[in-house]
């Protein structure tokens, strides 16, 4: 059963701290206008605004679905996210998030080919902080905390006694660079993320216990297209290399390199509300499919 949960939990992971990169480029991406000096702009106004300004709320939902190429195992996965964004002053930035996620696996273990299925529940909260050196360059840290449960059954056989759980740490780094090109408002970004988790079996599961943990980098572009009408055509692409990891025991290494790409829309329902549709995929990992759907709500006051 380890070498199942410890794979995908490395997988799903990056996954996760790569879509919450994602996330963070969005909400702080700056408007065009923004970007082209206009007269009569008014910026932050030092002892006149408060401290604390342009808060943001967002919640969203996300349809997940990822497979082992390397033997049977298929994971599903619905997430629900609520995160606080704000501004700092006049440069600094930070936001608050959570996920909360219900798994349902189908697999079969190395050992013995007998179908074994789990229901996992997990929970991640991130914090990021970022400073904006002008309107167009940025960096931002964060640090994020996940805890995972699990129960396992063979079906028509037994239910696996106890539960599986898990205790992950990540943090990580992010510089942007927000430029117009071509009619899209663009921002790329290279994050490195470093991830450690331990894993705590069932009773009887040999090991009982385990850790891993990998140094991932990322390069990823998000643009953003105006239609008009309040819609906005949104499209990314990224590139992940997995620097250094150390694999739970009895697990196949994941892929070292692979891209990703998502398109999707947003529309703006009212000059404070924005919605937004994505959807994302994997490409060219040899070792894991991944795809993900996911629709939030913006709200900005």
């Known amino acids: 059963m380890h070498a199942r949960k410890s794979l995908l939990g490395l997988g799903l992971l990056a996954v996760s701290t790569g879509l919450s990169a994602q996330t963070l480029n969005n909400s702080s991406l700056p408007k065009l206008e923004e970007i082209k000096p206009l007269e009569g702009v008014v910026g932050y106004r030092p002892g006149v605004d408060p401290l604390v300004h342009s808060w943001s709320l967002s919640v969203g939902y996300r349809d997940s679905q990822s497979s082992d190429k390397t033997r049977p195992t298929e994971v599903k996965e619905d997430g629900y996210s609520l995160g606080v964004g704000f501004k700092l002053g006049e440069s600094w930035f930070g936001r608050v998030g959570a996920e909360f996620a219900e798994q349902d696996v189908k697999s079969q273990p190395l050992a013995f080919p007998l179908d074994l299925r789990s229901k996992n529940d997990a929970d991640n909260y991130n914090v990021v902080i970022g400073y904006s050196f002008n309107r167009v360059f940025s960096l931002a840290g964060f640090y994020g905390q996940g805890d995972g ?34 009619g899209w408002l663009t921002t790329t970004s290279l994050s490195y993320l470093h991830s450690e988790t331990d894993q705590v079996y069932p ?15 990322t390069l990823s572009t998000l643009g953003a297209y105006p239609l008009g009408n309040g819609f906005t055509a949104l499209a990314n692409l990224a590139f992940s290399h997995i620097g250094s990891q150390t694999v739970a025991q009895g697990s196949t ?40 759907t996911g629709l939030e709500l913006v709200y900005r006051f």
């Open 149 to 182: 449960s699990g129960t396992y059954d063979f079906p028509g056989l037994a239910t696996v006694a106890g539960s599986s759980n898990s205790d992950t740490d990540r943090y990580g780094l992010i510089a942007s660079a927000s430029l117009p090109v071509g």
């Open 203 to 217: 009773p009887g599961n040999l090991p009982p216990m385990d850790s891993f943990e990998a140094d991932v980098y």
């Open 253 to 292: 290494a994941p892929d070292e390199n692979w891209f990703s790409g998502g398109l999707g829309l947003a529309y703006e329902v009212t000059p404070q509300a924005t919605v937004r549709l994505m959807h994302q995929r994997w490409l060219g990992n040899s070792t894991t499919a991944y795809r993900t």
